[in-house]
């Protein structure tokens, strides 16, 4: 049973930072080759996006409105997944998901096809 659980959102103002947690169980991102885990976020009235993805290797991509601002990394052990946000923007307000899948570098813009959501946290930007 795979199990995806957030935290780490709040109200922040524009400039302001926040680090995102998600604790993963029952997924494993090495259990195969073409694993991947990411981030994604949705504002009020707006799609799902993608926010930045991690492979088993390592590869991360990220969407070009958070490139250099957001990075994405792990614990030692693959259990966590962080997503570091810097120089938040009012248009970063959303609520932020995890989500486990496969690796699939076609599907824009982060790559992920998810198979697996945690439940979200809200990260609101004013």
């Known amino acids: 049973h795979v199990q995806l659980v957030e935290s780490g959102g709040g109200s922040v103002q524009a400039g302001g930072s926040l680090t995102l947690a998600c604790a993963a169980s029952g997924y494993s991102l090495n259990a195969y080759e073409k694993n991947c885990i990411a981030w994604f976020r949705q504002a009020p009235m707006h799609e799902r996006e993608g926010v930045a993805s991690?492979?088993?290797?390592?590869?991360?991509t990220y969407a070009d409105s958070v490139q250099g601002r957001f990075f994405i990394s792990q614990d030692a052990d693959k259990s966590t997944l962080f997503l570091q946000m810097d120089d938040l923007k009012p248009e970063d307000t959303g609520m932020y998901y995890c989500g486990a899948g496969r690796d699939v570098p076609t599907i824009p813009p982060v790559g992920c096809d998810v198979g697996y959501w945690g439940q979200g946290t809200q990260v609101t930007v004013s």
């Open positions: 991690v492979t088993v290797d390592g590869t991360t």
